[in-house]
């Protein structure tokens, strides 16, 4: 490199003004300053998962429904008319919907009845989402296969750039999945404790936040509801924060978004 030329990545001395950050944070990020008075209006949330039951009443308007296959190599996008398969992904539909009645809801089904799916659907599913430019995509699945882990994790960085935050749920069980375990994502496992806005930071990862999701009752299919325990409904609990805080503060990055997460977590001080 010729002496005075400048390293790949760098910032000149005369650009400086082109990183101004558009607003000024206060002396101490509050609940009141994050999301005070916001409903999730402008925020746009996919649910990859089973699909949405059209019309439930604790989801409402699903904007979008569509269905991810593949056809050889190719992937197929197709306007989803079954609606969600089985429940999982009307549950955590309701739960974002609880947090912002406002948002804009997409579904994305990668899941067919009986939680049956693929890696390749899951990362044409997320790939097709990141794309769209969806600010919050909920994640209330994995997968073990770590033959997909690079991609997913490449996909989880891609997103991460482009503004699209990804809440996922840690696995049920102590094995090795994915992408919760990416430091892109906002990981996600579950408390018993009932108040829906509390939740805590995680000091310990992988996991990041521990949110409600033990006896929780959610929506499911035919209308109804049921009582469930799972990471998957602790995560859009997360996702739906998330969505009221962009719905506040459409500038925040993911990097910005996962800070008011923390100093915002009801073991953090800023809680209340």
């Avoid at 699209?164 to 994915?178: F, K, W």
């Avoid at 925040?252 to 001080?269: E, R």
Wanted: aromatic share 8%; net charge negative.
């Amino acid at each position: 490199m010729s002496e005075g030329a400048l390293p790949a990545w760098s910032l000149p001395s005369d650009a400086t003004g082109t990183i101004e950050l558009p607003s000024e944070w206060p002396e101490r990020v509050t609940r009141d300053w994050a999301w005070g008075g916001a409903d999730g209006r402008g925020v746009k949330v996919c649910i990859l998962d089973s699909g949405v039951e059209p019309d439930h009443p604790l989801v409402g308007r699903i904007d979008r429904s569509v269905v991810i296959s593949l056809d050889g190599d190719d992937v197929v996008v197709g306007e989803d008319t079954d609606g969600d398969l089985c429940g999982h992904g009307t549950a955590c539909a309701g739960v974002v919907r609880s947090f912002a009645p406002k948002c804009e809801l997409v579904s994305v089904r990668v899941l067919g009845a009986g939680y049956t799916g693929s890696g390749s659907v899951l990362l044409a599913g997320l790939r097709w989402a990141i794309e769209q430019g969806y600010d919050v995509v909920n994640m209330s699945l994995s997968t073990t296969k770590q033959k997909f882990a690079g991609l997913l994790h490449e996909l989880a960085d891609s997103a991460y750039f482009r503004r699209t935050i990804l809440v996922a749920s840690a696995h049920n069980m102590p094995v090795e999945s994915y992408p919760w375990r990416f430091s892109s994502v906002i990981s996600v496992g579950s408390h018993e404790q009932r108040d829906p806005y509390t939740f805590f930071y995680n000091p310990q990862p992988p996991v990041e936040f521990f949110a409600r999701g033990v006896d929780v009752e959610v929506a499911w299919m035919g209308g109804g509801t049921l009582m469930s325990t799972g990471n998957s409904f602790a995560t859009p609990h997360i996702a739906g924060i998330a969505a009221l805080v962009l719905s506040k503060h459409p500038e925040l990055t993911p990097f910005q978004l996962k800070s008011v997460l923390y100093l915002t977590a009801t073991n953090v001080g800023a809680g209340a």
